[in-house]
């Protein structure tokens, strides 16, 4: 079953109805103004960092779900609604919700009015632009009261819904006409405040929330929209909202528009007052007044619309398969921006408050990103290699608005330095800008011990060969990509964190995940040594992996299947000898991806074994059989059940991984199948079971051992979004970059017989057409570039080409 609809055109998802399984979201805002927007107004905004700038308040788990938001109550008569539904629930006679790139848009009617509220943030601005149009479709006037609601957050999300003791006292907020001011803590020390206006007179305002919503009252009747008188009301302490009310009269046919605007603004620490205790308002009222009509404000939605068309035009895509096109055209790209953006922070599954940026997933999320805005993706590199320790290794996270790593949960995840590495490769590879690697970076943001980014590396890829285990092997430490196999945690407390407890530091738990990415990264890490000049290095690290393909060979071969692991106590982890989690996904993608024994045949086998044992007709699980008892020598992927997140649940993550190592053995059809399965766009149909939005990857698909098979969570912030991208970009399609030039080597199913894509790349624009005659998976027999036919798959980089066209043909057989 759907509830809506892809607008291909517009580029946008349309809701057709208010009760999606779960609410459907979209991301505003892509530099540093962000607001969470649901399909019925839910969500709330922040400024650069969730945790500690958090303007609006939402509440996580509530009852009913989803009832937070930047929220507008139309009155007419004794009828009260919202155009996004929420939180009245007042029946609409009509509803729409369209999620487009950096907007949404609620279109909906009821008694003969039309509401149209557009919501987006605006470029180059810390503010939150709505604007809503009501038109009289009936043929007598209609006198109606329109009232706003925000409920303001007390900067700190955390603090903010655990210290009340201190909170309900410290609220402050100013208003001036139709501006309201938050300004809490603003007279100690913040320089910061939020602004809240409408760019019309209003009849009354409210900014304390019972006054707004009575004793007792909910935000489905607030008191004053029911009466239709505001209270006028100061907010000291207790909750600060703002609220404007404007009585409209409407003529038949009369439409009236208004621009509200939700703002950030940071003043000089001297010039913070105009007045005792006054803020100073200036450049609050000079943001305003750049949006504050109906002109402004829709010159703003224009060049966000242009911004994206720029983007997206990087790399575009013709092919027959038009669920494929809107994909790769759109909704990949635009997944990548969001997960780039906002890491795992803040979802409507990750609070805003848990976890800020991850090393790993910041440097994999890049992956999918680099094409989009390459600049970006260099500072990103910078301010997490500046992250690292002096030993190559790393803390797990650190908080997007201090740029400081997050001492809570420390370091010891022994996967982390390579993915340095692989973010390293990806952004030279785009750009073929290698001075990235002369650049000045601190270790734990400490100048003094500053080295080039090349030496980063270096001791990245030399943290792992210091950490060796008893196979030769790379230690695990607290947990690899999966979080969740904690070998030395050994837990037997409820709440302590498998992440955070235990020693960390086992002397022999190893991860075969961990050598499958150091051979497929350290074959990039000797190509830059080579470019740097330091063969001596290079020919270490060749032989470093030499020695690590022959170990994996050794020790990490379990007959049909690469093995996971060895835990703590030697015993393996991931083979046929164990009872339960015989086999996982994660070391047959990443030692297939490296082609590790691939010509003993040992990629063919574990993929093999992944289809035979693995496969669901909703995606690959992570293992199986699953765990149905708790392991305390395996940690917390035993403490779900079965079927659930890394507990053998499809872990959408690691598809993708499959998908590119069955590309690497050349099975077009197969790699494919396993793209698809998992595709949102190829699942919309089923929105019922999956549940999730259908434009955009989820974490995780719950797993054929689940009572809910197919019902998947944690939609939005996942590798997924970066690794699907990288596969079908790179690797089905085949248009991949490398370090001198533009490699075309498509794997497909022999059902897409053409296919045509646009390539902005190193500002050359690539129009580039590959011919299936044969409809083979695999393989380039021809390829011409401007007419003459080339030898080689890639297309050397050629400057003289820069602002032109470069016509390529590819004939597949
Ligand atoms: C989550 C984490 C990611 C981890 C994955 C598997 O998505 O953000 O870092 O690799 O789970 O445990
Ligand atoms: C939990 C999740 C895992 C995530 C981790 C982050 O363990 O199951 O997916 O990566 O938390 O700390």
Known sequence: MKFGYFDDERKEYVITSPRTPLPWINYLGCESFFSLVSNTCGGYSFYKDAKLLRLTRYRYNNVPFDSNGHYYYIKDGDTIWNPGWMPCKTELDSYLCRHGLGYSTFESSKNGLAATLTAFVPLGAACEINKLSMTNETSSVKSIDLFSYVEFCLWNAMDDMTNYQRNFNIAEVEVHGSEIYHKTEYRERRNHYAVFAVNDAVSGFDTDRDAFLGPYGENSAPKAVCS???????AHGWAPVGSHHLKLKLEPGEKKELIFILGYVENEQNQKWSGLNEINRAPALAMLNRFNSVEKADFALKELSSHWETLLSRFTLHSTEDKLDRMVNVWHQYQCMVTFNMSRSASYFESGIGRGMGFRDSCQDLLGFVHLIPDRAKERILDIAA????????????QPLTKRGNAEVGNGFNDDPLWLIAAAAAYIKETG???????????DNNMDVATDFM?????????????????ALPLIGRADWNDCLNLNCFSKEPGESFQTY?????PVAESIFIAGMFVRYGKEYVHLCKHKGLTEEAALAENAITDMEKAVIDYGWDGEWFLRAYDAHGQKVGSNECEEGKIYIEPQGFCAMAEIGKEQGLCHKSLDA???????????????????KYHLELGEITSYPGGYKENAGIFCHNNPWVSIA???????????????RTCPAYLEEISEIHRTEPYVYSQMIAGKDAPTFGESKNSWLTGTAAWTFVNVSQFILGIRPDYHGLIIDPCIPPTLQAFQVDRIFRNIHYHIQVHNPDGVEKGIIQLMVDGKVISENTIPYDPSMVGKTVNITAVMG
């Open 228 to 234: 239709g008188e505001s209270g006028n009301s100061t």
């Open 387 to 398: 992250t690292q320790f002096q030993n190559g290794g790393a803390y797990h996270q650190y």
């Open 433 to 443: 800008d290698f001075s990235l690697l002369d650049e000045q970076v601190p270790y």
């Open 455 to 471: 030496e980063h590396l270096r001791r990245s890829f030399h943290y792992t060969l210091d950490h060796l285990g008893p196979h």
């Open 502 to 506: 235990g020693p960390s530091k086992g």
């Open 610 to 628: 992944v289809k035979q044992y693995l496969d669901t007709k909703y995606g690959i699980v992570l293992l199986q059989p699953c765990y149905t």
């Open 662 to 676: 069955e590309t690497v053995i050349g099975r077009g059809n197969r790699a494919w199948q396993v793209y698809t």
